[in-house]
């Protein structure tokens, strides 16, 4: 069973930066960050792609990295410059077959407050 537990969320200031974490128990090739604003619909904010290769949302591109680390079994988010409108609960995720639309498997979520 696939478990993801997401940490390193918090409150900031614009400008700031912060990185989050998703532990994660078996890894799988497409994982990645995903964010819901209340009110909104959950969007895409950067996930790994079957070749390795890095999808970013166009708001993020040059202010957020996606990393991952096989040794502690952690995918890390890093976002720098943040705005206001990066406030949202933010949730790792992971499909268990990369050729899939749809993710399987979700956090529980971490929140992240962006302050002007």
């Known amino acids: 069973q696939v478990q993801l537990v997401e940490s390193g969320g918090g409150s900031v200031q614009a400008g700031g930066s912060l990185r989050l974490s998703c532990a994660y128990t078996i890894r799988y090739i497409c994982m990645g960050w995903f964010h819901q604003a209340p009110g909104k619909e959950r969007e895409g904010v950067a996930q790994?792609?079957?070749?390795?290769?890095?999808t970013y949302a166009d708001s993020v591109k040059g202010r957020f990295t996606l990393s991952q680390d096989n040794d502690k079994n952690t995918l890390y988010l890093q976002m720098s410059s943040l705005k206001p409108e990066d406030t949202a609960m933010y949730y790792c995720a992971v499909k268990r077959r990369c050729y899939t639309s749809n993710y399987d498997y979700w956090g529980q979520g971490t929140q992240v407050t962006v302050s002007s």
């Open positions: 790994f792609e079957i070749d390795g290769s890095i």
